[in-house]
């Protein structure tokens, strides 16, 4: 393995990571971002303060167990199923 390709590499994908935290933080709105099995993976400033939670308090815990979200009945709303009807 060439060693200085695959530290080119994470040094890269390092960068990459930091932009995409500055591009989150500075947002205007709740962003959340989770892994493709619904796992909380990040939050920012804005998503904190309206949701009440800190990321370290939540980070890896499964989005479904943290947020909850009704209909105007109040029936318990799948939320990822709601975004997959909407593509």
């Known amino acids: 393995i060439d060693t ?3 530290h ?3 040094k890269t994908l390092q ?5 995409l935290e500055l ?3 500075s947002i205007g ?3 959340i971002t989770t892994d493709v099995n619904k796992h909380i993976l990040n939050i920012n400033p804005i998503a904190e303060k309206l949701s009440g939670y ?3 308090e939540i980070k890896q815990k499964p989005f479904d167990e943290i947020f909850k979200f ?3 009945q109040k ?3 799948d939320f990822f199923a709601i975004l997959n009807e909407r593509k």
């Open 4 to 6: 200085t390709n695959e």
């Open 8 to 10: 080119n590499l994470r």
């Open 15 to 19: 960068e990459k990571q930091e932009d």
């Open 23 to 25: 591009t989150l933080h």
């Open 29 to 31: 709105e709740a962003v």
């Open 54 to 56: 800190k990321l370290t």
């Open 70 to 72: 009704y209909d105007n």
């Open 75 to 77: 029936n318990h709303v």
